[in-house]
């Protein structure tokens, strides 16, 4: 398998950042009650800024900027996984088993990075860790409380075979103890869900209303 | 008189001097009945302001602006939750304000039912009527219900970014293509009216019922007239037009008279009959019905 | 048991802990999550305590039947003793 770019890795991570904060603020207004959905916003808004930090490290990489890579790549060059993609709103149980699911897999990914050789790249992993610890305080007490609830672990089941798409090799082994479920086929980074399409239209439908470098 | 006739007439000779009152306070029945109405109409409106925006998070062409959109709308989240915590410490649960809300039973600000069309709108929303809804805020930091004038101080102060943030919006398009300066433009036109309806129509203070139990300070014409002051020369100053050919300054009154805005038009619009009121309600109803059971599991004692 | 949490806030260090409202959650550790976001997350407090309602005592109506003022700074007015003294002692100033 050929090696991936740096510029590569950090798209993929930038990517699944920014789509899962567009699924996640997607609950803003409308969740379960008021406190949590300020709570949940600012978890959006934190995904938010760690896609944008991961995209400035790799425009400098591509010579280009941040937003240009966000939004004016065509759909099959997003490489975020699968999982993020998926619209779950209006189903809670679904959201918070994703979000669990992710959080726990990132943790991993984000252990990997921080031992990266590459400075920058370690530096960034570390500051956003510190803000995922938040965020995976946030999923465990959710994923306690619905742990009793049929529909929750019925959307983790579902999820799951998307859950190991995040990760390679010897981390989806350690995923699956983590969330105490067997490994089985993932649903592989490269592929896009139904939702994608109509997701990146929408997107980057105001971006693309004007010339590309135009001001906003 | 009745003991309660003095009584009364006591609690309003002591808010109208600038007395303040806290929840376990003995109040009029008919000052707490206006006052929880009028609190729970500002939680319904800071509630359904975040309809009319959240579309756009998506849409937001880039990732400052998604997240300042982002943030915008969640402290509006944020102010409907302080507000609604008031209402409850008053005896109404939040889930009752909620009930009446998607009945149509409760009210909110006509600015929200209207729909949102263009980039440019999202500009024109955060910096005016975020502008105008701050001109009422600031005039409600004197109310006379304690608990309510004290949240209002941490609403306002971050109101002050929503504002900075839409004029940062505008300016961009104002300055940006032909196109984008049209978007304004566009956006501005179909505006102005609920903008000169926001405030209400023009009752004098001293027939208004909220300025008397001073639950506002500020008399409706007196707000409209502030937010004509501060904004129409920033609006003009930017090459924008605003549709009314009447709308002019005295400058030796400092008046500023404009058509008198349609108050039918208004009063169809805050009982449901606006272009977006239906569909925004049925919203909001569908998507709590999705979410009820959370509060059952997690919130016992619901609320 | 309650679910209402009650939130102080210390806006910076050496200020006192003041009351900015309550936030409602299943237990303490939802509050923590509710509490940061609503009070902290623009890093508008230095800290917060939380306290469940249920634990929140009101005390108020503080009588005075019979205004023992001497307890007090305004339960005393020296200016005229104070004018004899001076008078006496010939330090009177114009």
Known sequence: MPERSRADLLLEIADDELILGWRNSEWTGIAPFLEEDVAFSSIAQNEIGHARAFYELAARDLGTDADALAFDRRAEEYRAAPLVELRLVEDWAGTIARHWLYETADELRLAALKGSDEPEVAGLAAKMDREEAYHRIHAGLWAERLRDEPRFQAAVDELWPYALGLLEGPAREELAQRVAREPVEAVERGSHVAAWAPLWEEMTSVRRSAPVGAQW | ?303 | MTLVWEVFRQERKGQPFAHAGAVVAPDLRFAEVYAREQYGRRQESEALWLVPRDAVHLVHDFPDEFDLKYRRVDGYSIKARLKEARERAGTLQG
């Open chain 2, 1 to 303: 008189m009745t003991t309660t006739d003095v009584r009364t007439q006591e609690f309003l000779d002591y808010v109208q001097a600038g007395g303040q009152v806290e929840t376990g306070d003995w109040m009029p029945d008919e000052y707490r009945s206006k006052l929880v109405k009028f609190i729970e109409m500002h939680g319904n409106s800071e509630l359904m302001g975040v309809l009319p925006e959240r579309d756009w998070i998506l849409r937001a062409p880039t990732l400052q602006r998604k997240l300042a959109l982002t943030a915008k709308i969640q402290d509006e989240v944020g102010h409907a939750q302080l507000i609604y915590r008031v209402v409850e410490d008053l005896g109404k649960p939040r889930s009752a304000c909620l009930d009446d809300l998607v009945s149509g039973k409760a009210k909110f600000h006509n600015v929200f039912h209207y729909p949102t069309k263009t980039w440019g709108d999202v500009g024109v929303i955060a910096w005016l009527v975020d502008a105008a809804a701050i001109i009422s805020q600031k005039a409600l930091l004197k109310c006379s219900y304690a608990p309510y004038a004290r949240i209002m101080k941490k609403i306002c102060w971050e109101e002050s970014f929503h504002i900075l943030h839409g004029r940062d919006v505008i300016l961009a398009m104002v300055t940006g293509t032909p196109d984008q300066f049209e978007l304004v433009q566009e956006a501005l036109l179909r505006w102005w009216e609920p903008l000169m309806h926001f405030h209400g129509n023009p009752i004098p203070a001293d027939e208004d019922p909220m300025v008397i139990w001073r639950i506002k300070s500020q008399a409706n014409e007196e707000a409209r007239q502030q937010f004509l002051e501060g904004y129409v020369p920033q609006i003009r100053e930017l090459g924008l037009e605003i549709p009314d050919p009447n709308l002019r300054r005295d400058d030796e009154t400092g008046v500023w008279s404009y058509t008198e805005p349609d108050w039918e038009k208004l009063r169809a619009v805050v009982t449901g009959h606006g272009p977006a009121s239906q569909e925004r309600l049925d919203f909001r109803r569908l998507s709590r019905e999705h979410v009820e059971w959370v509060s059952q599991v997690v919130l016992a004692e619901a609320a």
